[in-house]
């Protein structure tokens, strides 16, 4: 997994590339977590080069929204494609976030 | 025939229990999607194993796999542990609201959902799950 972090105006942007299986999943919710526990509340993950994610990816991505929640903070997704895609629908994950067909669509969503 | 790798049951293995199936799937040219998602089974089940079933760090796990005929591949996990039918794992809540959403529980349901078989006995002391998968033929040369 490689992770590019950017903070475009209030939204903090994960570009995540590659797997996010469950060796790489403890290293992404550390990440995360981090910037939530930072003071920043809106988040898109950019899926567009995520090529691979399990449940361990899932789990993850679950935790730091119910962190965000509580927070009430916002977690989008923008850019879903393939294998990613399959999974984000067969685990359910699709009706409980914003999904944005491109990074602009996302940015421009006010909150 | 089969061919079969066994290693401890750690995270350490899992790369390589990959790269083992992996070579397969490119051997047998599976489509890059269909590929991905038998990847997704493997890993599932393994972590299970690796997770759950022994004391941790300790036992090991066995994966093999043959092509029960040329498009229908075959994975055998085998383990030493505590006994684990996957079939009778409970259904995940997938409410819509995040609420009501544990945020574990999914790694079985995926991997019933995407394997087109999956079959469970313990015999020999031993968990024995096998999953098979249909592949599409690639593409023949026009």
Known sequence: MELITEKLG????????GRLDALAAPDFE???????????SRFVVDLGELEYISSAGI????????????LEGELGFARISGMVEKVFNIAGIYALFPMYASLEDALAHPK | MMNRLRLPATMESLERFRFFLGQ?????????????????????????????AYPPGQGKVEVG??????HRLCLFLM???????PLECEPPELSPELSRRPIG???????????????????????QVTLCFDLTPPPADS
């Open chain 1, 59 to 70: 789990r993850t991505i679950l935790l730091v929204a119910k962190k965000l929640k509580t």
């Open chain 2, 79 to 85: 383990d030493w542990g505590r006994r684990f039918n």
């Open chain 2, 24 to 52: 397969e799937l490119e051997h047998l040219e599976v489509a890059p999607a269909r590929r991905l998602e038998i990847e997704l089974v493997l890993e599932e089940l393994l972590t299970n194993i690796i997770r759950y």
């Open chain 1, 30 to 40: 550390q990440k995360c977590l981090k910037w939530v526990e930072a003071g920043e």
């Open chain 2, 105 to 127: 529980g999914l790694g079985v349901y995926l991997a019933r959902q995407l394997a087109d078989k999956l079959e469970y006995r313990y015999g020999d002391h031993a968990n």
């Open chain 1, 10 to 17: 209030e939204v903090v942007v994960f570009k995540i590339k």
């Open chain 2, 65 to 70: 796999y043959s092509l029960e005929h040329p």
